[in-house]
């Protein structure tokens, strides 16, 4: 499926009208040790869940201390599956791990329904969010260069008949293609990629305006703030679900007035990071988080409603880290600081003095911040004049 088709690409619902999932988390192998981590990353597969449309689920959260090289799970844990399956009248399950191949394969053999890994479902949701043309090329990239190694191990998966969650993108047709095609098609991908990226370059070049990155674990309200913050009529899409926008999108913003004449900058909304997403997955949206790398600084938005605030801010350090860009200078905006005790409020202002708190919903700290950005491209804007 090229991107045209893709961005066309709708939910199919299942036969059931519904579906019905069983969520697996599990720790205790050397991949996932921490009992803690690996709780909080289940109750992140719920929001991917809800965001890939599964209206009811359920869990079972198992220790696992060797996985099994044919299905993961164990013998006793795999009947305890079977037991709910069948009691549940469950029509999808989603493994909180990064199944191989083979495994997958094994187990919707093994258990009579459709069975997703972690990555399998993040996938589903970037086809599912494409918007764009450039964003479901991202996605098909994203797509072909997981199942190119796996093409083999994938077969009986991708041949499934029928659409909905699991099936969404290139799916069956790569059953029909060999490898050489496959790289050809990620080839002229990339290509494409490349002259959307110059025309990028080119629109860059025609601004003399200073230029912020609104970057964070996605779900943080990242494109909530860039709405609040730009006077457009035309409001971004926004939804409190995980990888609400794919997109980089830039709008001009009001800051202020300077010797009676307004002052603006650029600020550029980018797609959210995740924990466990693979750099392959992340690479694929290269032209879309290089936009990171042009822009004068970055809006560091936090979720300071977060049980795993200190997790996720190190996450996003780690991924701008990759980009090279974690020197560029930062401005902290903790969002939903509504939702946070004043103890917790104290201790991270403490770690944090400079950043602006506040809720991107109810514009509670939006003046904050326009005056912070106001004040750093100002001191910008004359250390250029005087140059």
């Not at 025309?199 to 990242?222: F, Q």
């Not at 603006?264 to 909304?269: E, L």
């Not at 939903?336 to 109810?362: C, E, Q, T």
Request: glycine share 6%; hydrophobic share 35%; with cysteine.
């Amino acid at each position: 499926m090229d991107a045209s088709s893709l961005i066309q690409h709708k939910l199919t619902i299942s036969s059931s009208g519904e579906y019905r999932a069983l969520l697996i988390g599990q720790y205790g192998s050397k991949y996932y040790p921490n009992k803690e981590i690996q709780e909080e990353s289940l109750r992140e597969l719920y929001l991917l869940s809800d965001t890939a449309g599964i209206s009811q689920m359920n869990d079972l959260f198992f220790h696992v201390s060797t996985p099994d090289s044919g299905t993961f799970f164990s013998k006793g844990i795999l009947e305890k599956i079977q037991e709910m399956i069948k009691e549940n009248n469950y029509n999808i399950l989603i493994a909180d791990v990064n199944l191989k191949p083979a495994q997958l394969k094994n187990l919707e053999e093994l258990l009579k329904i459709r069975v997703l890994g972690r990555i399998e479902l993040i996938l589903d949701i970037f086809a599912m969010r494409a918007v764009t043309h450039e964003s479901a090329l991202q996605v098909e990239l994203a797509q072909l260069t997981y199942i190119l190694p796996r093409l083999k191990g994938l077969g009986g998966v991708l041949s499934r008949l029928g659409g909905g969650i699991g099936t969404r993108g290139p799916g069956e047709s790569m059953l029909e293609t060999d490898r050489r095609h496959i790289n050809k098609r990620i080839q002229k991908i990339k290509e494409e990629l490349k002259s959307v990226s110059k025309h990028r370059d080119n629109t860059r070049k025609n601004r003399n305006i200073m230029t912020y990155a609104l970057v964070g674990y996605t779900n943080a309200g990242k494109t909530s703030l860039l709405n609040q913050l730009c006077s457009s009529a035309k409001k971004l899409f926004a939804e409190d679900r995980l990888f609400a926008t794919l997109d980089s999108f830039s709008r001009k913003v009001y800051l202020g007035e300077i010797n009676n004449k307004p002052f603006y900058s650029v600020i550029t909304d980018t797609v959210g990071f995740i924990r466990n997403l693979p750099p392959s997955l992340s690479a694929a949206f290269q032209s879309t988080l290089e936009e990171i790398s042009y822009t004068d600084a970055i809006i560091l938005v936090i979720d300071a409603s977060s049980l795993r605030l200190d997790e996720e801010i190190e996450i996003v350090h780690n991924e701008l880290e990759k980009l090279k860009v974690n020197e560029k200078q930062k401005i902290i905006f903790f969002n939903k600081s509504d939702l946070i005790f004043p103890s917790l409020k104290r201790k991270l202002s403490k770690k944090y003095p400079n950043a602006v708190w506040g809720n991107a919903l109810s514009k509670d700290g939006t003046k904050d911040l326009r005056k912070k950005l106001f004040e750093l491209t100002k001191k910008s804007f004359f250390l250029h004049e005087t140059r």
